[in-house]
Antibody, heavy 117, light 107 residues
Framework: QVQVVESGGGVVQPGRSLRLSCAAS????????MHWVRQAPGKGLEWVAV????????YYADSVRGRFSISRDNSKNTVYLQINTLRAEDTAVYYC??????????WGQGTLVIVSS | EIVLTQSPATLSLSPGERATLSCRAS??????LAWYQQKPGQTPRLLIY???NRATGIPARFGGSGSGTDFTLTISSLEPEDFAVYYC?????????FGQGTKVEVK
């Protein structure tokens, strides 16, 4: 049974930093890339970042490059998203999702980040 | 980045009708296009990958077609549980991008 569980969201003041975590189980985590996708309230999906299975490559959306950093710890089956200099427009549910595994991919339930003073 | 434009924004149909959703890319994505379904308060669910391959557990009434810049998601006969928002996603070039979504609502 594959499980993906995000954590670390909350209410944060503009300009502060936050680190989101995503713990995965039920598959060989170190074999697969992992993504972050976000969804602002009432809006569509926005792909945010990806990290290769071994951490060797990382790509980011244009809107977050330079402020967001994705990383992983394969010994803990966990991927992270470091968000710096938070802005109001970063308010969203942040989802963690696996690379396609055979004929599916796996998403967590998301963690809500609210940027507000 | 590649921009995906979905049309129409909203599709009003009745159960049993056929739904045809379009996704157009600003440049060729070859066959690297996926479709997702999202219901209110739920996580997106992968329906189609590589333009035409159904994901695990997806009913045969969902079909994907297209290549290059023009793609279509077809739902052959709408079931009550199919009323939702549908997103296309290109997986050809980094950064990956999503379309803005098509809402399929009950007429």
């Amino acid at each position: 049974q594959v499980q993906v569980v995000e954590s670390g969201g909350g209410v944060v003041q503009p300009g502060r930093s936050l680190r989101l975590s995503c713990a995965a189980s039920g598959f060989t985590f170190s074999d697969y890339g992992m993504h972050w996708v976000r969804q602002a309230p009432g809006k569509g999906l926005e792909w945010v970042a990806v990290i290769w299975y071994d951490g060797s490559k990382k790509y980011y959306a244009d809107s977050v490059r330079g402020r967001f950093s994705i990383s992983r710890d394969n010994s803990k089956n966990t991927v992270y998203l470091q968000i710096n200099t938070l802005r109001a427009e970063d308010t969203a549910v942040y989802y963690c999702a696996s690379q396609r595994i055979e004929e599916s991919d796996y998403w967590g339930q998301g963690t809500l980040v609210i940027v507000s003073s | 980045e590649i921009v995906l434009t979905q049309s129409p924004a909203t599709l009003s149909l009745s159960p049993g009708e056929r739904a045809t959703l379009s996704c157009r890319a600003s440049q060729s994505v070859s066959g690297y296009l996926a479709w997702y379904q999202q219901k209110p308060g739920q996580t997106p669910r992968l329906l189609i990958y590589d333009a035409s391959n159904r994901a695990t557990g997806i009913p045969a009434r969902f079909g994907g077609s297209g290549s290059g810049t023009d793609f279509t998601l077809t739902i052959s006969s709408l079931e009550p549980e199919d009323f939702a928002v549908y997103y296309c996603q290109q997986r050809s070039n980094w950064p990956w991008t999503f379309g803005q979504g098509t809402k399929v609502e009950v007429k």
